[in-house]
């Protein structure tokens, strides 16, 4: 069983910067890909990206790229988003969620095992 706290959402203005926090407990993360998710209102959710837990290899999707960045810090047991240049298309509510590592970089939400209770990011334009 894992377990995840989520941190660091708020409200900024379009091409500003935050820094999401997931937070696991529970067990060891070295068998999981943890992959970040997220909802707009009225939307489905969507894949963010992900990171191998192992060995760190990341993956994101094109919305993306080039402006987030995943990253881990094996002594927290944390995952970390880090969202640049910010569009108002970017507000949603965040998540992050685990996977066996063979799922590293699969988009479907059935593979996630295990979630966190989301933080919200809105974007001013």
């Known amino acids: 069983q894992v377990q995840f706290v989520e941190s660091g959402g708020g409200l900024v203005q379009a091409g500003g910067s935050l820094r999401l926090s997931c937070a696991a407990s529970g067990r060891t993360l070295s068998d999981y890909a943890i992959g970040w998710f997220r909802q707009a209102p009225g939307k489905e959710r969507e894949f963010v990206g992900a990171i191998r837990w192992r060995d760190g290899s990341t993956y994101s999707t094109d919305s993306v790229k080039g402006r987030f960045t995943i990253s881990r810090d094996n002594a927290k047991n944390t995952v970390y988003l880090q969202m640049n240049s910010l569009k108002p298309e970017d507000t949603a509510v965040y998540y992050c969620?685990?996977?066996?590592?063979?799922?590293?970089?699969?988009?479907?939400?059935?593979?996630?095992?295990?979630w966190g209770q989301g933080t919200q990011v809105t974007v001013s334009s």
């Open positions: 969620a685990a996977a066996i590592e063979i799922w590293f970089g699969v988009p479907e939400r059935s593979r996630y095992d295990y």
